[in-house]
């Protein structure tokens, strides 16, 4: 397996060497607060976040934290009350709906704890989706979804559907399927939150290496500290505000 990921995407990873500390993903100032009757909850207080191309950084903090919320946020399907969010040099807070999706569709894929597998559609089939979505045609999302599959170590599993595979490798085939279409940045919230802990260890480490080899950023939520290791860096979400997770 090691060998296919070594040769994944090789033009995006020689792009990445020669602007290796470019912005994908920035957060400036955002603030977000739910207004529950007459009562407030400050979610998010003057967060700022430096999401550079290629980097692995994960974010860890309580249950209730705002974590879920910071990357609805960042992703453009939740609104803020302040800030900017500014997707490869793109204001998106300032975007209408339909020039956020189209930068999301361009730039993004997300992992979630519950893997949002289409049930009626095959491994093969949903990780060809966005590609297909993307404007790709048939035969080549089909081909690609097939080789993110070998590199998820599934080339046996194609023609499965969610429900004949296992929790770990459904997790596998949403990892492959937010690789598909090749996007600036992966956005992974609790993504082995359902997982036992040494099959949340093994999806964790194919994502992280996944998105290394492939030059693309990720950007992951996590209650599990064990799993660190596998990041460039780890922030701590604590009173609206990122924070070095040492701190
Ligand atoms: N739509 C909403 N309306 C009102 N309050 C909300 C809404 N969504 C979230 N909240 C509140 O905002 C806070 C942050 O929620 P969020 O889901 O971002 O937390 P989290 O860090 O992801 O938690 P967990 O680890 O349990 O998933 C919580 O106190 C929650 O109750
Ligand atoms: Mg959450």
């Given at each position: 397996m090691s060998d296919s990921l070594t040769n994944t995407r090789p033009d995006k990873a020689a792009s990445l060497s020669?602007?290796?500390?470019?912005?994908?993903?920035?957060?400036?100032?955002?603030v977000k607060q739910y207004r529950q009757g007459s009562s407030t909850?400050?979610?998010?207080?003057?967060?700022?976040?430096?999401?550079?191309?290629?980097?692995?950084?994960?974010?860890?903090?309580?249950?209730?934290?705002?974590?879920?919320?910071?990357?609805?946020?960042?992703?453009?399907?939740?609104?803020?009350?302040?800030?900017?969010v500014t997707v490869r040099g793109e204001n998106m807070t300032a975007a209408d709906p339909n020039r956020k999706a189209a930068l999301r569709g361009a730039h993004m894929g997300f992992v979630y704890q519950n893997h949002h597998l289409l049930p009626e559609f095959s491994a093969v089939e949903n990780v060809a989706m966005p590609i297909r979505i993307a404007g790709g045609d048939n035969r080549t999302a089909i081909e690609q979804a097939g080789e993110l599959l070998t590199q998820v170590g599934l080339a046996e599993r194609l023609q499965h559907l969610p429900s004949e595979l296992s929790g770990g490798e459904r997790q596998r085939v949403a990892v492959?399927?937010?690789?598909?279409?090749?996007?600036?940045?992966?956005?992974?919230?609790?993504?082995?939150?359902?997982?036992?802990?040494?099959?949340?260890a093994v999806v964790m480490a194919l994502m992280a290496s996944l998105c290394r080899r492939s030059g693309t950023a990720f950007l992951v939520v996590t209650h599990d500290v064990s799993m660190l290791g596998e990041f460039d860096r780890a922030l701590r979400l604590i009173d609206g505000q990122l924070l070095p997770y040492d701190n």
């Open positions: 020669a602007a290796g500390d470019k912005t994908v993903l920035q957060a400036v100032s955002l909850i400050d979610v998010l207080q003057g967060l700022d976040l430096n999401l550079a191309a290629g980097e692995r950084v994960a974010v860890v903090g309580r249950s209730g934290s705002g974590k879920s919320t910071l990357l609805h946020v960042l992703a453009g399907l939740d609104t803020v009350d302040s800030g900017t492959a399927r937010a690789l598909a279409g090749n996007p600036a940045v992966v956005l992974a919230d609790e993504p082995t939150g359902n997982l036992d802990s040494e099959t949340a």
